[in-house]
Each structure stands twice: as structure tokens, then as C-alpha cells.
């Protein structure tokens, strides 16, 4: 249940930037009048912007986590274990981590994290996936998309496998298409 435990927050970052939700929260401080289309228009454009450095840059975090917890208990050096397994893996050397391994508190400060730093993007696919299902309703703000969300991924909490309930809100598994179109990459054929 680790891996899902991002997916419930994040998939409701995702009406901030709906106009209903601008429109009546974006307010200038003075004025009162809210946030200009013009504005919101190039904040939308600028979203995907970086986005294929920070996800490299979040999965070679995670790869590191998984290769550190897969390690044992012999003794490591973090930066020459940083250093070869970033390049095992075939990572540029222009790509730096996120966190470096020295200071990378999620996998060392409890086992909330511990090999499980993954669960930020796992999440991301989830979301985008989910908030997919509100899209192809015809608006993020679908009734009978939000029941099918509350009645089998809210309302049931632990009492089901997450993948199950999400499985019975979306009708299948996730899809990885969803994501890569929210951070501008292209869709792979054949999904």
C-alpha cells in the first residue's frame, strides 16, 4: 500500500488549475479581479516546461533508493556508489539526482520511504491517469466520474487492495499515456 500513498493528495492537485477553482480562489489582492486568461494560458504552456530533466532526475533518485536497499549490509561509500550506479544504469553525467545520496532523508529517515522514493512517480502515473477519466467524461468536474472515484478509492480506504479499487474507479489498469501528455512527451504507438 506504500506505493499508493501519494495518489490520494495528488490527484486533487489537479483541479487548482481548473477556471472554476481560478476564478473563484485566484483573486487579485487589491483589484479582487481574478487571475487574466492571458496569465493562466502561458502557465499552462510553461507546465512542461523541464519536465524531461526533472523526471529523469526523479527516477534516477528512485533507481538509487532501489539499488541502495538491494545492497545488504556491506559497507558503501555514497558517492562512489552514486557515481557507478548512475553510470551502470547509463545515466549522462549532465543528470544529477535529486537528492544526493548523502542527504536523501526519504530512504533513510524511517521505512516510509525506504526503497519505496519510487511512489512519487508511480503516483504521478496514477493521477494523470485518473484525472484522465474526469477528461474523457467531458470536464473535470463529472459526477459520475467523482462517484466511481469516491465510491472505490476514497470511501474504502485500506479495506481493498488499492490496485483493485483503482481497477473498479478506471475500468482497467493504469495507463502511462495520460502522463507523458501532461509533461509533453510524446505517446508511445501501440498504447
Wanted: overall charge neutral; charged content about 30%; aromatic content about 12%.
Amino acid at each position: 500500500v506504500r506505493d499508493y500513498v501519494e495518489f490520494p493528495s495528488q490527484i486533487l492537485e489537479h483541479w487548482l488549475s481548473t477556471p472554476e477553482v481560478l476564478e473563484k480562489y485566484a483573486l487579485h489582492y487589491q483589484t479582487g479581479k481574478p487571475i487574466p486568461k492571458e496569465l493562466v494560458d502561458r502557465l499552462k504552456k510553461a507546465s512542461t516546461f523541464n519536465q524531461g530533466f526533472e523526471t529523469v532526475e526523479y527516477l534516477s533518485s528512485a533507481l538509487i533508493d532501489m539499488k541502495l536497499h538491494l545492497a545488504g549490509a556491506q559497507k558503501i561509500d555514497p558517492d562512489a556508489f552514486e557515481r557507478e550506479t548512475l553510470a551502470k544504469l547509463g545515466m549522462p553525467r549532465e543528470m544529477v539526482m535529486r537528492h544526493r545520496t548523502p542527504h536523501f532523508m526519504h530512504i533513510f529517515s524511517s521505512d516510509g520511504y525506504s526503497a519505496g522514493y519510487y511512489s512519487y512517480m508511480w503516483a504521478d502515473v496514477l493521477t494523470a491517469d485518473a484525472y484522465g477519466a474526469f477528461v474523457e467524461a467531458g470536464g473535470p468536474y463529472d459526477q459520475q466520474v467523482a462517484k466511481r472515484l469516491r465510491e472505490n478509492v476514497f470511501s474504502v480506504g485500506n479495506t481493498i487492495d488499492p490496485d483493485e479499487g483503482y481497477r473498479r474507479f478506471r475500468g482497467r489498469e493504469a495507463k502511462i499515456d495520460s502522463l507523458m501528455k501532461k509533461r509533453g512527451f510524446p505517446v508511445p504507438k501501440g498504447k
